[in-house]
């Protein structure tokens, strides 16, 4: 059986993508940090789901979880880099802490899961590295600059490892999602929402499981000639 390692798998697209990867025969390691409650009742939920918590701000305790992963389930066959943090705010009002913040979580954080499960990829010839970054990444957002750049980070760190992991046997994508209908999409109004979707041209906005079969399908051996390339789960928006 493989294993699949989801961060941010307390989240509406995390939990989604859990759940799709132990459908598809995947032992899963879900990740989390504050919301545990959440992942625990998933876990309880999904009989290959076992929950695993840490904060992906601090590059020690990444290291120690991943070793703890590693030791318990013998390997890690699929990293899926999910968890990330959201923020608006106008370029002016954003403050050092809100820029160290977002890239520590969103870019940082990815880099350093990688780190971790890579080596043992690379020594069993094997292994998929699933970014999920943003539309925003790719076009940017207004009111959204640091969230932006940290997932165009992202988009830039999954095309350079892809180049640099292909001869190993290692995969390394990214999905992009458009306007997803999650716990994020809480602070907009339900006329804001009314008029995204005015703007997408399927009319609606993205739900999470469409964007965990993006996810499944790159873990997948269907998609083994598969690398450095970036999918949209956006409804044609982008």
């Not at 490892?161 to 001869?167: G, I, M, N, P």
Request: proline letters at 2%; hydrophobic letters at 40%.
């Amino acid at each position: 059986m493989k294993v699949a390692v989801v961060t941010g798998a307390s989240g509406g697209i995390g939990a989604a993508v859990t759940k799709k990867l132990c459908s598809d025969g995947f032992r899963v390691w879900a990740c989390c940090n504050r919301q545990t409650e959440k992942a625990l009742h998933l876990g309880a939920e999904l009989l290959c789901c076992s929950v695993i918590q840490f904060d992906q701000t601090k590059p020690e305790k990444i290291a120690e979880a991943f070793q703890t992963i590693e030791r318990e389930s013998g390997r890690i066959d699929v990293l899926v880099n999910n968890a990330g943090i959201a923020q608006q705010k106008l370029f002016t009002d954003i403050t050092d802490e809100d820029w160290d913040a977002m890239t520590a979580c969103n870019l940082s954080g990815a880099f350093r899961c990688a780190r971790a499960a890579l080596p043992g990829m690379i020594r069993r010839k094997w292994g998929r590295i699933i970014n999920v970054s943003s539309m925003w990444g790719q076009i940017g957002g207004s009111c959204e600059v640091h969230y932006s750049a940290a997932k165009a980070g992202l988009i830039g760190m999954t095309k350079a490892l892809a180049k640099e992991t292909a001869l190993s046997g290692v995969t390394v994508n990214c999905v992009s999602p458009g306007v997803i209908d999650t716990a994020m999409m809480s602070s907009f109004s339900e006329e804001d929402i009314d008029a995204l979707c005015e703007e997408i041209p399927m009319g609606r906005l993205g739900r999470s499981e469409e964007v965990a079969a993006a996810v499944a399908f790159l873990a997948s051996e269907d998609a083994s000639y598969i690398t450095g390339q970036v999918l949209g789960v956006n409804g044609g928006l982008c």
